[in-house]
């Protein structure tokens, strides 16, 4: 199965990392500073705290991976997909994206699963809008039965025939 037309590219790592990272940034403010996506007509934020090299926490949690905040360490997979978390957002009613919430730390949580392209993007609830909290390939075949029972349940709970 091919990617839906509306996916961009992938954005790979040439070897300059300080201008790859800059190039990252411009693609991230275009796409989520300078034009704010919506999501089925809810504003989307972005977690700006802490501001780290003058970069949004939303933008290292798009490129970098690891649990531990000081830590997080750049994640090639993500940064070549800075593009794909802007157009999942706007076409959340596409049949080739999962679409469900779950509950994670108290928080309620959007998924937005491309599966075939193995990527997801996860939105936390907010009063009165939708913060992009992260965005990864998930790659590993255990994760992807996790993700995807999860859908399943949710579909049962919601009352949704697949």
Known sequence: MSPPKWLPPLFPF???WPLYLSALYELFKADFIDEKPQFRGRRIGLKKHPVFDGKEATFWHLIQEG???EA???DLKRCE???????MIENSADSSLKVWTNTRKGETRVLLWLEEEEYLVVLAERKGYLL???AYLVDKPHSQRKLLKEFEEWQKKEGIKS
């Open 14 to 16: 040439k070897g300059n």
């Open 67 to 69: 649990s531990v905040e």
């Open 72 to 74: 997080r360490v750049p």
């Open 81 to 87: 997909r800075i593009r794909w978390p802007r157009p």
């Open 132 to 134: 992009l909290w992260t």
